[in-house]
């Protein structure tokens, strides 16, 4: 969402006519006691320790981060082998690099992935509820080449489980899998111009290139909060369900829980999907709220499978890019998707569509321009463009039309929840897109449940962890499991995350490289890593539908393994020029969004409150689709400008 605000450079002009006044008069809100509001909710949350507030799921905490999915024990003998490809990673990422290169005729390759199935955040994920809020028709990737029908316009965790095992029948990917294996280092060997990758089941392998794709989302984190340690009751982290304890399955049934009283602490995404199931399960549930999320109407369907059948080629495409069009506001004739995210994206531009001034007004600027100091000094398109911006003022039109979508959000929170004081305190107050938005229709009634208690911490979040329970503000809530939806690392060591360390060139480790803040070329190369691939939103595209930009980046990667098979190379390395220019322009386009983020409750989408302090750790700032398209010219142009291929 960072992109979010780079729309000034795309809105079209030559929209109705209307006064600004209109849009900001009779809307049953004060936008300035809002905006102080907002500011208050966001000041409360800020603090120093920004990512220092979780702990590593190392040590003592690793049994976090052991698969409950697979039969302990497995074994199997170490490998040696020389392959062409090492994929790391066997999520969609993973998975759609390995189809991409088998479509271009490289079979040679081998998906290390630590789980005991393809899947990545899919397979971890498997928590009670869990389900993407994408629509289905864009989130599943190589839809037109598998002929799935997705079930319901959103999809489930056991579907799309289901889903990466038809990717994986469709392109034979098991026979190319080492599962239920780590990589625990990767070392480049400039003698051998080769990847030296070792793994936790003593495999030896040389690999002529390496493609990370370990996951944007992949290491659960915990709070740092005093006493995680002395807890006696059962506990886990939400992306690795305890089944065998709670009973059920990913579609509820909690049957395990019925004389259980059970705190869940966090109120993302995730929290918002399992909270229901909890609730209908639990004797008790404490559900210990930090800040709450947006909750707006899911509103979920069945596919109607003569529509499926009758998309023309080529659909999957158009709609994806219609999806994601709409998200940064660039101009489209229709809106296909057409639900709660569009309608959000819809509502946040329309109000500036509805401002743009006409033609004439804009003839009218140029001709006058030579009367005016910044023509000269800005020149005749960037004058006239100012003049344009100044005339809509569109960040408060955005803001303005957010404040409604907003009073909406918090409105559905007053007449879903009977208690007032715990409507009051599930509502929401920031932008839509400070957090990532929610979208459920059984959240907010589950706090109608005699047996749901929502203990708001006011962004605080909780005081102490007890050898029985959960401490707030001087009252022990005494239970018999802890469930951390406490989320995942973002913005800390690329390597910590990965899980695995990689030195390049002369021994430089990527931790060292990136010390001071990212440094790519179009988010895949890094210059001193030859061969390595990066998969990722970071200096990269960034979608909401996150499996289109996996599905960009495979094709480029695959672009550039065969251009390099064709001439021959077999070193790739970006050049110092090219990088250099790529992080001057992700720096250039940060600064498009960082106002946005600054105004935001901190979490993981404004590096926890600590805005730009590298700005170069960015995604792209002009949004995906500009990104796309960049990438896209890069490729026919053919030449791999800004690559040294030897
Ligand atoms: P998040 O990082 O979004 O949420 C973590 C939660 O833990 C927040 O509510 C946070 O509060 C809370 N928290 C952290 N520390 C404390 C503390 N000390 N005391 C109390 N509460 C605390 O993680 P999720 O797993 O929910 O979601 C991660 C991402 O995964 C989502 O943003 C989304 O991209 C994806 N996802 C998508 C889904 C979908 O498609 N519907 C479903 C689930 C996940 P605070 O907000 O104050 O930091």
Redesign the pocket.
Known sequence: MFYLLSVREKVTFGGTMAEATDTFTNLGFDPDALRNKYREERDK?LRQDGND?YIEVKGDFSRYVDDPYVEPGFSRESIDAEIEVIIIGGGFGGMLAAARLREIGIDDFRIIEKGGDFGGTWYW?RYPG?????ESYVYFPLLEKTDFVPKQKYTNAPETLEYCGVIAEKYSLHENALLQTEVIATEWDEESGRWKVSTNRADNISAKYVVHSNGP?NRPKL?A?RGINDYKGHTFH?SRWDYAYTGGDSHGNLSGLADKKVAI???????V?CVPHLGAAAKELYV????P?SIDVRNNQATDPNWMASQQNGWQDERRKNFESLMVGAPVKEDLVNDGWTEAFRNLFSGVRDLAPSKWRIGLWALLGPLNRDFYRLGFKQYVTKKVTDYMDLSRQMEIADFKKMEGIRARADEVVNDKDTAEALKPYYRQFC??P??HDEYLSTFNRANVTLVH?D?R??DEITENGVIFEGTEYEVDCIIF????EVGTDYSRRAGYQIRGVDGKSISEKWADGLSTFHGMHSRGFPNAFFFGPAQSGFTATYTYSLDEQSVHLAHILGKARERGANRIEASERAETEWVKTIIEKARLTADFQEKCT???YNNEGNVNTKPQNNTYGGGPIEFFSLMEKWREQGNLDGLELT
Not at 265 to 271: D, H, L, P
Not at 485 to 488: D, L, M, N, S, V
């Open positions: 949350r507030q994920n869990a389900s993407c809020d994408i989302l709070p909060i939400t602490i966090g109120t993302g995404a995730t929290a999907q210990f709220q930090r800040t999320s957090k990532r929610c979208f911490t962004g979040g909780i939806a406490t989320g995942f901190p979490g993981y």
